[in-house]
Structures are given as C-alpha cells and as structure tokens.
C-alpha cells in the first residue's frame, strides 16, 4: 500500500506553486496522469525524498517515509525507492554493469556480496544487458540505455520503483516493446511501480489505477478493475470535443483566413 497525502509549496523569485496531492492505493501500476505543470513529478520527488513536504504523511508499505506530525523524514537513501528519470540520468565514464552496480557500493564497501553480484547478473540477463555490460552507455540505444537505467534502480531492492515518463525519449516502436518489458519486468520482480506519462496508450497498457491531475491537486481516481476495463479508460481520458467556436474565435478565423 502507497498513502500519500502532502502539501508541498515550491517557488522561485517569480512565481509560486502549491500541491495538496492525495492518494492511497495498493494496485500494481499507479499512474499519475495530467497536463504538464500538474504537480506530478513534484509528488514523485517527496515520495523518493528528494523534496521535503511542507506537511502530510507518506507511507509505503505501512512504512512512514515522511511524517510531519511524528517528525520523521527518511533520508533519500534509506527509503527503499527506486527513481527512473526522464533522462535515465546515467553516469557516462562508467560501464553498464558499473552503472547496474552503483547504488550498490559505497565507499567502505567497494566488493559487492555474492548475493548482489546474482542480483545485478540476473537483471543484466533479464533486460538483455548482458553481451553490452561492459560497454559505456554513449554507445546504447536509447531503448538499451532506458533499460540500464530500469536494471540500476531495481539492484537496490526497491520496495517501490518510480517512473517519470519512461518511454519519453523513444520512438513509438520502441515503446510499445518496452511497455510490454516494464509489464514483464514488474511481475518478475514483484515490485509495485507508480509512473507519470502523458501517453494514453502506457495507461491503457500498464495502469490499474489512474490519478488525474490537475493545477496541484488530484482531480480524480479511475480504477481499472481488470482487462476489459483497460480500452475504456481511453475513452475516459481522451480530452472532452471541443466546445463550440465563439463569436471572437469565428473574427479570428476569419481574419487569418482573408490574409493568406
Ligand atoms: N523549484 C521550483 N521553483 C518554482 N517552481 C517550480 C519548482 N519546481 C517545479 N516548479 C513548478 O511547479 C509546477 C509543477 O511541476 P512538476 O514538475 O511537478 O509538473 P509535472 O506535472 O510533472 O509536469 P510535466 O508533465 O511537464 O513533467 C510547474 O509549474 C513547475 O514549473
């Protein structure tokens, strides 16, 4: 089970943004949904510790990572969360496996325990890294690279993974393969996962729960029950038909048209 219930104010010098996003769940795949400047990677960033919550609770697992009334805050690194980014963020000067293996080593520890070096070997193999482990990420698909970056935040034995908009920076091709792996990846390691996309197409594959956003705040919940609910969530999530044209939008159209 993820609970989430947090406030968070972030500004700079021109302006000022409030999220008030609540949620709790115990689905596989979360997603959060909703126009860009929504609040979605913001709830991502407290929920990995990265942005500390003005207040509220978040729990995973019946664990508290952030509890402003009990005044605790897990540090980032002991929360247990693995975070794919939306730029895979991987360290160019190391390895595949290197990078698979990073999260792993600190500086007191440089061998990994036998029971890790399986752990990274099966991922590798998992996610077809293998015959490229020993390579530097420049010289990856992006594809190949997405997995590396998939297979880094999972060797930490996450007890939840989340995904700010996985399949971003690929094709359409490659996206629809690499749905199918996420899916396959998520059963196999048992790991439940909340992700942000704007991709109607990951919802319908992937969600079994959709939080939609809006402005700070989550709008609404769409559960999906099962497999005949996943076509009909589209039809939920397509935006409404386009409201009549106004009386300035008919001036508008018409000027630009008598220019050309
Ligand atoms: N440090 C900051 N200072 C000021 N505003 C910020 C800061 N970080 C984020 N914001 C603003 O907060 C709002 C929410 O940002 P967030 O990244 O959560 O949006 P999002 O829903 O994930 O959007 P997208 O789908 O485009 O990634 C945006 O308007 C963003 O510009």
Known sequence: MIDVDIRVAVADRHRRFELAARFATDV???????????????????????????????RVGGRALFDSAAGVDVPAPRREVGYLFQNYALFPHLSVRQNVEFGLRSWCRRRLAPAQRERVDALLDSLGLRPMAGSRPSSLSGGQQQRVALARALAREPRLLLLDEPFAALNPMLRASLREELARIRRQWDIPMVMITHDVDDVVALADAVFVYAEGRIIRQIDVPGAEAREAVRTELVPPPAREETPAQTRLRALLGSAR
């Open 28 to 58: 596989p795949v979360a997603v959060l949904y909703g126009p860009s400047g929504a609040g979605k990677s913001l709830t991502l960033q407290a929920i990995a510790g990265l942005l500390r919550p003005a207040s509220g609770h978040i």
